[in-house]
Each structure stands twice: as structure tokens, then as C-alpha cells.
């Protein structure tokens, strides 16, 4: 069981950090024109939908899994950064990002300025992605453990 709840842990961090990176390399390039700007702002909200709630929830999930059967502390450093950063990506997620992206979609469709928009994203995403690579670390190493 252990191999299994530890295969699919990775997989949902890979999938979250895999699907982050790819939304920071394309905002840029999809920014240059509204039509391609609405379209990639409604995809990056429903990629929210279809891929990082999914990853983070299995990630939140298998992580707990892990705790339970290799009996280890929910106190544990590393197990608080893991939760920190699903709840921090949570917010994030529907508190921000998704409005965000609506937001950058009409402003795009109204011909309007998105630069500010796409800065906040980006300096966001940056921040998160620094989380995210920290509870790899902090997993990786069993930080507090």
C-alpha cells in the first residue's frame, strides 16, 4: 500500500507543479492578442476545475494515507508544510486565481488593459511555485520528522 499512496503523492505534486509551470511559461505568449488572451484565461480557470483541485486533493489525500501507514506525526514539520501549502494553494485557487482569470478574460474581451493582472498572476504563481518546491524539499527530506 505504501508504494502505491507514495506513486500517486508524487504524481498529483508533479501533475500541480507541471500544470503551475505551464500556466507561468504560456500567460506570457498567450497575452499578446485578446482572442488569445480570453481563450487562455477561461482554459487556466478551468484548469483549476480539471487539474490543480484534482492534484491537490489527491496530494492532500495520499499524504494522509502516507502518515496513517508509515506512522508518522501529523505534527511533523513536513506534514504541516504539506498541509500549508494544499490549504495556501486552495485559497489561492478560489479566492484568486479563479477570479482572476474571469477578470483577465473580460478585460480582454472589453479591450481593456490586462499587463497589472498578468504581473499579479505571475508574481502569485512565483510565490506558489517557491512553496510548492520548498514542500518537496521539506517532503523529500522529512523535514522535522
Known amino acids: 500500500m505504501h508504494g502505491i499512496l507514495l506513486w500517486l503523492h508524487i504524481l498529483a505534486a508533479a501533475t500541480w507543479i507541471g500544470a503551475a509551470v505551464a500556466v507561468l511559461f504560456l500567460a506570457p505568449r498567450m497575452a499578446v492578442s485578446a482572442a488569445s488572451g480570453q481563450a487562455f484565461a477561461l482554459q487556466w480557470v478551468e484548469m483549476g476545475r480539471k487539474v490543480f ?13 502516507l502518515v496513517i501507514t508509515d506512522d508518522l506525526s ?16 486552495g485559497v489561492l485557487g ?52
Open 53 to 65: 483541485t484534482p492534484a491537490a486533493i489527491l496530494a492532500l489525500a495520499t499524504g494522509i494515507g
Open 74 to 89: 501529523f505534527s511533523s514539520a513536513f506534514v504541516s508544510i504539506g498541509f500549508l501549502a494544499v490549504i495556501v494553494g
Open 94 to 145: 478560489a479566492r484568486v486565481y479563479a477570479p482572476m482569470g474571469r477578470k483577465i478574460a473580460a478585460a480582454h474581451e472589453a479591450g481593456s488593459e490586462t499587463t497589472g493582472l498578468y504581473a499579479r498572476m505571475r508574481t502569485l504563481g512565483l510565490a506558489e511555485l517557491a512553496l510548492l518546491a520548498f514542500t518537496v524539499y521539506a517532503m523529500a527530506v522529512r523535514l522535522g520528522a
